[in-house]
């Protein structure tokens, strides 16, 4: 993770159960009020990449 601000920069993989299906994507984190938060627009892009629509 690198730290600018308020926002980060991350790696992360993805598991289904214990088997890890994707290793190594890039994303971004927010900080709210002491909380690290992928945003909906992060999980969007990540899960129209699967062909899976995002919830409205």
Do not use: H, N
């Not at 690198?2 to 159960?17: E, L, N, Q, W």
């Not at 971004?28 to 995002?54: H, I, N, Q």
């Amino acid at each position: 993770m690198t730290i600018t601000g308020p926002s980060a920069a991350v790696t992360y993989d993805v598991y289904f159960g214990t088997t890890r299906q994707y290793d190594g994507l890039d994303g971004a984190a927010e900080d709210r009020a002491g909380t690290w938060v992928v945003t909906k627009g992060e999980f969007c892009a990540f899960m129209s990449s699967a062909r899976v629509p995002c919830p409205a």
